[in-house]
């Protein structure tokens, strides 16, 4: 069972970003939520983080880590700007676990 559609309520007035959080669990081979939603347009910036384990987390088409992006017990941050309106993959290389990144139009 996946984790229900999930819109962040963390907008920042005056910052013009959407932050949203991502966790891994590497345990039961999931990531929550499994759906992020952010617009075109709008800066976002994704809290990744580690329970458990190192991860290497890339968004299909904004962002592709190359290395740890995350260690375990950390909260570290990726950020990017979507200019693309549609579905995306969320991947997480070593372990394999995806989830969805959509963007709206704003």
Same mark, same amino acid.
């Given at each position: 069972?996946?984790s229900? *559609?999930?819109?962040?309520?963390a907008l920042?007035? #005056?910052?013009g970003r959407?932050?949203?959080d991502?966790i *891994? ?6 990531l929550?939520p499994?759906k992020l %939603?952010?617009? +075109? !347009?709008?800066? +976002?910036? %994704? *809290? $990744?983080i580690?329970? /458990? &384990? !190192?991860?290497?987390v890339? =968004?299909k088409?904004f962002?592709? &880590?190359?290395?740890? $992006?995350?260690?375990?017990r950390e /909260? $570290? =941050?990726v950020? =990017?700007?979507?200019d693309? %309106? #549609?579905?995306f993959t969320i991947? *997480?290389? /070593?372990?394999? /676990?995806q #989830? ?6 704003p």
């Amino acid at each position: 069972m996946t984790s229900p *559609h999930w819109r962040s309520r963390a907008l920042r007035r #005056g910052k013009g970003r959407k932050v949203v959080d991502l966790i *891994h669990k590497v345990d039961g081979l999931r990531l929550f939520p499994d759906k992020l %939603v952010l617009v +075109a !347009g709008l800066p +976002a910036r %994704v *809290h $990744n983080i580690s329970l /458990i &384990a !190192g991860h290497q987390v890339s =968004f299909k088409l904004f962002y592709k &880590a190359d290395d740890f $992006n995350t260690r375990p017990r950390e /909260i $570290n =941050f990726v950020e =990017f700007t979507p200019d693309q %309106v #549609g579905e995306f993959t969320i991947l *997480h290389k /070593i372990y394999g /676990i995806q #989830g969805t990144l959509v963007v709206e139009t704003p």
